[in-house]
T-cell receptor
Framework: GQQLNQSPQSMFIQEGEDVSMNCTSS?????WLWYKQDPGEGPVLLIA?????ELTSNGRLTAQFGITRKDSFLNISASIPSDVGIYFC??????????????FGRGTQLTVWP | GAGVSQSPSNKVTEKGKDVELRCDPI?????LYWYRQSLGQGLEFLIY????????KSGLPSDRFSAERTGGSVSTLTIQRTQQEDSAVYLC????????????FGPGTRLTVL
């Protein structure tokens, strides 16, 4: 099956710092998505990317869909305490996969110190 | 409008018992997905429904797992003769259709098998 490698596994940063995390895959995806999960909650969609090379922003969040369609990154600028949580990348539309089925990375645990 | 809802939020059961987990998707969403999240892991695909039919059941771990969807809306995931390794958070997501559309997740059901 398709494997997504997400890094780093965890990050400890100070409030106000910028954060960057990325995801790579052995397979090409048609869509990349980034989710955030708080404890005891389901993942919440942050950004969806539909085109290779696409760069999309959502407030302090910026994500890019890699040109090769095998990678994506997420940047968070000027982090704040409520950014704490687990961030997941997900790929969709891999060859041979069910339309819409998501493949997830293992997540990046972000801790923000005040 | 209302998001995806799941019940129960927590379920503790004894090994060998059967359990039923319920998902209410967002109204009008024709595609429904079940995922499983074990401690510290990413989300693992279980099954996909388009309407009432399940074109992809390939993620179900064993024949103890089954799912159905009625009326193109509510879905039930049933685990028979539960085992301790079934302990996980079971997450349901829905999307407008089975294409490359954004998936919205429910809060999950935390299942603990003693």
């Amino acid at each position: 099956g398709q494997q997504l490698n997400q890094s780093p596994q965890s990050m400890f940063i100070q409030e106000g710092e910028d954060v960057s995390m990325n995801c790579t895959s052995s397979s090409i995806f048609n869509t990349w998505l980034w989710y955030k999960q708080d404890p005891g909650e389901g993942p919440v969609l942050l950004i969806a990317l539909y085109k290779a090379g696409e760069l999309t922003s959502n407030g302090r969040l910026t994500a890019q869909f890699g040109i090769t369609r095998k990678d994506s990154f997420l940047n968070i600028s000027a982090s704040i305490p409520s950014d704490v949580g687990i961030y997941f990348c997900a790929g969709q539309g891999a060859r041979g996969s069910t339309l819409g089925r998501l493949y997830f990375g293992r997540g990046t645990q972000l801790t923000v110190w005040p | 409008g209302a998001g995806v809802s799941q019940s129960p939020s927590n379920k503790v059961t004894e090994k060998g018992k059967d359990v039923e987990l319920r998902c209410d998707p967002i109204s009008g969403h024709t595609a429904l997905y079940w995922y499983r999240q074990s401690l510290g892991q990413g989300l693992e695909f279980l099954i996909y429904f388009q309407g009432n039919s399940a074109p992809d059941k390939s993620g179900l771990p064993s024949d103890r797992f089954s799912a159905e969807r009625t009326g193109g809306s509510v879905s039930t995931l049933t685990i028979q003769r539960t085992q301790q390794e079934d302990s996980a958070v079971y997450l349901c997501a829905s999307s407008r259709d089975g294409g490359y559309n954004e998936q919205f997740f429910g809060p999950g059901t935390r299942l603990t098998v003693l």
